[in-house]
């Protein structure tokens, strides 16, 4: 079923580790987003990609990477997790070539202690 | 700057009465307006956006460029229609996003 999918939903993880998102779709989109967002507070840009080996930053400035290898894969990598970087992460894709309909993931859920 | 705007946090409204969430938008040039909602425990998912000038699930929008305006409105609500609300502007190819309202419908 096409889809888009994230992993873990949730993670609780101490000061100083690596971790990464994984965003994976299966709809065969180019368009694909990182979003953050804090509790009760809009979404913030924070990575997009509008195809293969194109990644760019978004407005909100992260110190996550993120890759674009495979069309229906866009992970995100956090070298060393702080507590500032507690937030909901969500993932999102589109097909139309404006970037609208964007179709959301579950979105992952991340706890720095 | 491109901005988005929802007074609201939160509006409660009893079950059967009009409801008007409302979004303001800063951005010179034309815009595009969606409005996303997300019911609780599930993803966020566009409702209607307003170049298709569509009536979701009871819900309309219409955008008042002279106000930089897009409020959705339903004359009756339902409880089923308790969610949050954001509203979004497409000035580019990227989203900027408004807070979001949760709207609660009472029985």
């Known amino acids: 079923e096409a889809d888009i999918y994230q992993t873990p939903r949730y993670l609780v993880i101490g000061t100083g580790k690596k971790i990464t998102l994984e965003c994976s779709q299966t709809?065969?989109?180019?368009?694909m987003y990182w979003y953050q967002q804090d509790p009760g507070m809009e979404l913030h840009l924070i990575h997009y990609s509008y195809g293969v080996n194109s990644t760019e930053k978004g407005d909100l400035s992260s110190e996550s990477t993120v890759s674009r290898i495979r069309t229906e894969h866009f992970p995100l990598t956090l070298e060393s997790a702080r507590p500032s970087h507690t937030s909901q992460y969500l993932c999102?894709?589109?097909?139309?070539?404006?970037?609208?309909?964007?179709?959301f993931g579950p979105g992952t859920r991340l706890l720095v202690l | 700057a491109q901005r988005v705007t929802q007074p609201e946090k939160l509006l409660s409204v009893f079950k059967g009465a009009p409801v008007e969430l409302k979004c303001n938008y800063s951005?010179?040039?034309?815009?595009?307006l969606f409005w996303y909602v997300q019911y609780s425990r599930q993803r966020l998912q566009l409702l209607l956006r307003?170049?298709s000038r569509e009536s979701i699930k009871g819900f309309t929008a219409d955008l008042n460029k002279g106000e930089t305006s897009f409020h959705l409105k339903k004359p009756f609500a339902q409880e089923e229609d308790s969610a949050m609300y954001y509203c979004?502007?497409?000035?580019?190819?990227?989203?900027?996003f408004g807070p979001g309202t949760r709207l609660s419908v009472l029985p």
């Open positions: 709809m065969g989109h180019d368009k």
């Open positions: 979004a502007l497409l000035p580019g190819q990227n989203f900027v």
């Open positions: 307003h170049i």
């Open positions: 999102a894709s589109s097909g139309n070539p404006r970037g609208r309909d964007q179709y």
């Open positions: 951005y010179s040039g034309s815009p595009e």
